[in-house]
């Protein structure tokens, strides 16, 4: 068992920052079991893929995801503050690689000068926010420079993680005239933390608007009442949920899974009694490269005339 742990952690990044260890209890709670290695990673399905929503294919330089038209990801390093064992990138994370040296960012920001069909662009990676501030700073101040980019999203779950990271100087170098939105990864309540939340309003109080985006996650947020703990919480701090997403095949990753169905009616479970302000999209990324859809749970069925209310009833579309 120690042995098979150790397998783990030489096989895939682990980190644990002190905000977030000392949220940990067990390390089978809904924190511990994010981010402590498990022997189960070992275990690979035939279905789990090294690249589970096919981002390698669509890069055209280093650096740049493009997949839609109108935005692409620009991945600056593939350094994150803890490094969740239900990653989906997580065949390429980690601690000492993926820095995007000069020459291959002045080649990424070159990449998106030349596409005026690119009218945002999401800072992801690895985590944008482990960046320095004075990096951070000039790729900001690059974008800010191409005239067709007129959004700039950050995907980070540094705020949460290691709150100390979001200095006065690190907010600052997030200042734009562009619409700047941050994107705040997290998956319970319990994250949530005094400094956490201080991190959250530090970013705010500058006019960032943050939404949120979070795993369904077996052990972790499979329940009504704790997906309602999180997004409550992230309302009453500000983040709208934005997206839930359906759990992505990486390697190693099966203990997590919770089935579409069960994740509909999960969702089912909280509309009509809790704030609409509370309600994410339940996202899949079609596994191959495909795209993010809705999941649903629907209401409407067009082919057989039908609307079901939060309670269940049905009324007749066409008569309303
Ligand atoms: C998820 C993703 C986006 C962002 O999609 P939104 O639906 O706009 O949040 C953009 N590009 C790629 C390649 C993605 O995987
Ligand atoms: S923060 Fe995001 S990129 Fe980093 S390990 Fe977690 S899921 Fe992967």
Same mark, same amino acid.
């Given at each position: 068992m120690r042995h098979d742990v150790e397998e783990v952690a030489a096989r895939y990044a682990t980190a644990i920052p002190t905000t977030f260890l000392s949220l940990i209890g067990t390390p089978d709670d809904p924190i511990g079991r994010q981010v402590i290695p498990h022997p189960d990673e070992l275990i690979s399905a035939p279905s789990e893929r090294a690249d589970p929503i096919g981002d390698d294919a669509l890069s055209p330089v280093p650096g740049i995801v493009h997949r839609y038209a109108d935005r692409a990801l620009l991945k600056p390093l593939l350094i994150c503050p803890l490094y969740c064992?239900?990653?989906?990138?997580r065949e390429h994370v980690g601690p000492d690689g993926g820095l995007l040296d000069d020459a291959a960012l002045a080649t990424a920001l070159d990449w998106l000068g030349e596409h005026?069909?690119?009218?945002e662009v999401i800072l992801t990676g690895g985590d =944008? &926010?482990? &960046?320095?501030a004075r990096r951070l700073g000039h790729i900001v101040r690059a974008l800010d420079e191409i005239p067709h980019v007129t959004t700039i999203r950050i995907h980070s779950r540094? =705020? &949460?993680?290691? =709150?100390?990271?979001?200095t006065d100087e690190l907010v600052a170098a997030m200042e734009t005239d562009r619409a700047m939105w941050l994107v705040l990864h997290a998956n319970?309540?319990?994250?949530?933390t005094v400094e956490g939340r201080a991190a959250l309003k530090r970013m705010q109080r500058r006019g960032i608007p943050l939404l949120g985006q979070s795993v369904l996650l077996r052990g972790v947020n499979d329940s009504v009442p704790v997906l309602e703990g999180l997004f409550r919480a992230m309302v009453e701090n500000r983040?709208?949920?934005?997206y839930l997403h359906q759990l992505d095949p990486a390697p190693g990753t099966a203990r997590f899974h919770v089935p579409v169905e069960e994740g509909r009616t999960l969702l089912q479970g909280l509309r009509g009694r809790v704030t609409g302000l509370a309600w994410p999209t339940y996202v899949l990324d079609i596994p191959g490269g495909f795209g993010k859809v809705p999941l649903g749970p629907d209401y409407v069925d067009t082919g057989a005339d039908r609307v079901t209310d939060p309670q269940g009833r049905q009324h007749v579309l066409s008569e309303l």
């Open positions: 064992r239900f990653c989906f990138r005026e069909q690119i009218r =944008p &926010l482990m &960046l320095s540094v =705020p &949460l993680a290691d =709150p100390e990271r979001i319970h309540e319990r994250e949530f983040v709208k949920p934005y």
